[in-house]
């Protein structure tokens, strides 16, 4: 049965003369359907499948209301007529299309804005061809019917209409379909009976919600047509997704100058501190259930580490913090390959929950770690934070039933370590955090960072180096919008912040939250944050970070974005050409000349080189 809507929200709008579309009669009758028995015009699949089955069943109950359907806004009259019938509360709208104000663009303030209609019906017009005018102004449609027309290709500028659930393209004149349409994500409906159609494009396969794909009527080929009915819609995506041509990969992405080089006096070389920061997907989360629009070789460890390596070691960075890493990862790979590949060594801890598991699973515990140069740096101090217990050393923390409710219940870690140049004798302090990330929990994530800080500031001081340079990775699960970012960059959060909600944390809920980290800032804070640092169909935003004292060091350049004319053609990571859903961020920074905490005898070491692009071989 098709969703139909009584509700104003969803309700039907007919066709609209004012989208300019061509219009004809619409066709007088619809093709046989699967149980019918004309010798003239049989089913393309009556002859290739038992007639019976859950998916031939329904196969054949789609099809027989799709050729039902064949008169002009069949659908729009169906729902005025169920409303006529229905309480009068709830009426149709019938609203002219042409009367509502184009969808917002992406900034826009008003993005969230409600339409009075979502569904779109074309249906039975004898349409030769649709107008720009819908993929320009009506991306908020969640239903489209444009099916019985004498439409003989469908525009690649559909797949502008990111919000559809249900299109119906049948009884038309296509031979094919644009692979375009793979970017759909959301279609649960996708019917095409009654067509020409021999071949799916594979592009389809990441349309992974779908649950019903109708094909019946066309001249499919048999393997589709026998999957389709013995196994059903989503066996059909996962075969064109498991056999889809992997496409070029982008451009590579580019470090973009921040600070100009010519701001040197040149009187002495200037010394910086490159460092990568990257959440590479722990390998039990990469999953089918978890990203089903990824081929599942694609989400293979032994596919994922190489790209991962590749990636990383491309830029050649004095330090490597990562997330989502596990104990076995680290253990049997990283550790090994970013030596024998780089020079690094490294440091990790899992999360805290690798005390209480079984011993079978503890190497399945994800955790942080960090990997430095080894023959430029020495590890002069490391520490672990483990949040859940640091909360429950403070005494203001346990008057709170929330300190055991909600933060005592998250396990996350953060890893910090003192860097010591070599040659120089100067040093860095580098942390590395993965903070929780249900967005329904932005008081834990405050609670956590600000753990983070007050942690990172004792550490420091027991190193008896003031103003010492400190940078400070991870990935936040917090956007540039939040209370996180709000604090980090303010040095201070007021107690009645709206991300604590009415949680109640000691002093953080009744002083508010202050650091004395007071200079830190963004690494992308000057050319502004990216686009993403993570990128699914559910989700595309900014929630890693590089943040660093801004008092003793500058940042002199960062990683950019990701070309926008490939992005445009993926619905997200990863993919097989990012083995993550996070991206890798990156920033070369410059120490300022007047330190504290460097030797004032020595000369300084030059590391002047931007970071490096790193094109040798890895180790296997």
């Known amino acids: 049965m098709y969703p139909y809507s009584t509700s104003s929200v969803n309700s039907f709008v007919r066709y609209p003369l004012s989208l300019g579309s061509t219009m004809v009669p619409s066709k007088p009758t619809s093709l046989p359907s699967l149980h019918q028995?004309?010798?003239?015009t049989p089913s393309h699949f009556s002859t290739t499948i038992e007639s019976s089955g859950t998916h031939y069943d329904r196969q054949f109950s789609y099809?027989?209301?799709?050729?039902?359907?064949?008169s002009?806004?069949?659908?729009?009259?169906?729902a005025a007529l169920l409303a006529r019938t229905a309480t009068p509360a709830n009426p149709i709208t019938m609203t002219n299309p042409a009367s509502i104000r184009p969808i917002p663009q992406k900034g826009a303030e008003d993005e969230e804005h409600t339409y009075p209609w979502s569904t779109l019906d074309m249906g039975g017009m004898g349409l030769h061809n649709l107008s720009k005018v819908l993929t320009q102004h009506y991306l908020f449609l969640t239903v489209l019917y444009i099916n019985h027309n004498n439409l003989t290709v469908l525009p690649s500028s559909l797949s502008k209409l990111v919000n559809l659930t249900i299109l119906d393209a049948s009884a038309n004149q296509l031979s094919n379909i644009p692979p375009e349409l793979g970017l759909l994500v959301q279609l649960k409906e996708l019917l095409l009976f009654d067509n020409q159609l021999t071949t799916l494009p594979t592009d389809l396969g990441t349309l992974y919600q779908l649950e019903t794909l109708g094909l019946d009527g066309n001249p499919i080929d048999s393997e589709t047509t026998q999957l389709l009915l013995e196994e059903g819609a989503p066996a059909v995506i996962a075969n064109l997704r498991e056999n889809a041509e992997v496409g070029m990969p982008p451009p590579q992405r580019e470090m973009i100058r921040v600070l100009d080089t010519d701001d040197d006096d040149g009187k002495e070389p200037v010394e910086t501190l490159s460092v990568l920061c990257y959440n590479v997907l722990c390998q039990k989360f990469a999953n089918t259930q978890a990203y089903g629009y990824t081929p599942s070789w694609a989400l293979g460890w032994d596919y994922r580490k190489e790209l991962l390596m590749t990636e990383i070691l491309?830029?050649?960075?004095d330090v490597v913090c990562l997330q989502e890493v596990e104990m076995s990862q680290f253990e049997d790979f990283f550790r090994d390959r970013f030596e024998e590949a780089g020079g690094y060594e490294g440091i990790f801890f899992p999360k805290s929950r690798v005390k209480i598991v079984p011993d079978e699973e503890r190497r399945t515990v994800d955790g942080?770690?960090?990997?430095?140069?080894?023959?430029?740096?020495?590890?002069?101090?490391?520490?672990?934070?483990?949040?859940?217990q640091n909360a429950l050393q403070r005494a203001d923390f346990k008057e709170s039933e929330d300190t055991f409710n909600r933060v005592m219940t998250k396990d996350n870690v953060a890893v910090m370590i003192l860097l010591q140049d070599i040659k120089t004798g100067s040093r860095a302090i580098v942390a590395n955090s993965h903070i929780h990330s249900n967005p329904a929990f932005t008081d834990v994530k405050l609670v956590q960072v600000g753990l983070l800080l007050e942690e990172i500031e004792e550490f420091t001081s027991k190193q008896a180096a003031a103003n010492i340079p400190t940078v400070i990775c991870g990935d936040f699960n917090s956007t540039p919008d939040s209370g996180v970012y709000e604090f980090l960059t303010k040095g201070s959060i007021k107690q009645g912040h709206s991300d604590f909600g009415?949680?109640?944390?000691?002093?953080?809920?009744?002083?508010?939250?202050?650091?004395?980290?007071?200079s830190l800032k963004s690494a992308y804070a000057t050319i502004g944050e990216l686009p993403f640092t993570n990128y699914t169909p559910r989700f595309r935003g900014?929630?890693?970070?590089?943040?660093?004292?801004?008092?003793?060091?500058?940042?002199?350049?960062?990683?950019?974005p990701i070309d926008q004319d490939y992005l445009d053609k993926v619905v997200g990571f990863p993919n097989p050409h990012f083995p993550s859903d996070h991206i890798a961020?990156?920033?070369?920074?410059?120490?300022?000349?007047?330190?504290?905490?460097?030797r004032s005898h020595s000369h300084p070491h030059s590391h002047t080189n931007s970071i490096q692009h790193s094109d040798h071989n890895n180790k296997q």
């Open 585 to 598: 961020i990156a920033a070369q920074l410059r120490f300022k000349k007047a330190r504290s905490n460097t």
């Open 72 to 78: 002009p806004h069949h659908h729009a009259r169906t």
């Open 314 to 317: 491309r830029w050649n960075t």
């Open 542 to 560: 900014v929630l890693d970070y590089i943040w660093y004292t801004a008092d003793t060091l500058d940042t002199a350049s960062v990683l950019g």
């Open 368 to 388: 942080c770690a960090i990997f430095y140069k080894a023959a430029r740096f020495k590890l002069v101090a490391h520490h672990l934070l483990e949040y859940s």
């Open 502 to 518: 009415q949680h109640v944390y000691g002093h953080y809920t009744t002083k508010g939250l202050s650091h004395n980290l007071a």
């Open 63 to 70: 099809a027989q209301r799709s050729r039902q359907a064949a």
């Open 37 to 40: 028995s004309s010798p003239s």
